[in-house]
Nanobody, 121 residues
Framework: QVQLVESGGGLVQPGGSLRLSCAASGRIYNLFDMHWYRQSPGKQREWVAT???????SVVDFVKGRFTVSRDNAKNTMSLQMNSLKPEDTGVYYC???????????????WGRGTQVTVSS
């Protein structure tokens, strides 16, 4: 059984910072791309950032220069450092990962349950 668990969300004032973490655990044979998505109130879930297993990363334009994605392959964890937060960054942030649980099955995508980020004064 594979689990992805996000942590680090909370309430922060505009201009503040938060660091989200995602930990993958369970039966993991290969861990490939890891992603952050968010779902803001009244909107569809949207992609925020991706980092692959050799450290290549990309972020969506509206967080460039503010958010940084990183990863620790030895611990199967991913982080999202969020600086200069804005009220429009409010939402539930989800971690997802593409992985193979055993060498005998295909790669699949797993999701965490999300962590709430609220940016408000």
């Amino acid at each position: 059984q594979v689990q992805l668990v996000e942590s680090g969300g909370g309430l922060v004032q505009p201009g503040g910072s938060l660091r989200l973490s995602c930990a993958a655990s369970g039966r993991i044979y290969n861990l490939f791309d890891m992603h952050w998505y968010r779902q803001s109130p009244g909107k569809q879930r949207e992609w925020v950032a991706t980092i692959n297993n050799v450290g290549a990363r990309s972020v969506v334009d509206f967080v460039k220069g503010r958010f940084t994605v990183s990863r620790d392959n030895a611990k199967n964890t991913m982080s999202l450092q969020m600086n200069s937060l804005k009220p429009e960054d409010t939402g539930v942030y989800y971690c997802s990962a593409e992985l193979r649980a055993t060498p005998y099955i295909d790669t699949d995508t797993y999701w965490g349950r999300g962590t709430q980020v609220t940016v408000s004064s």
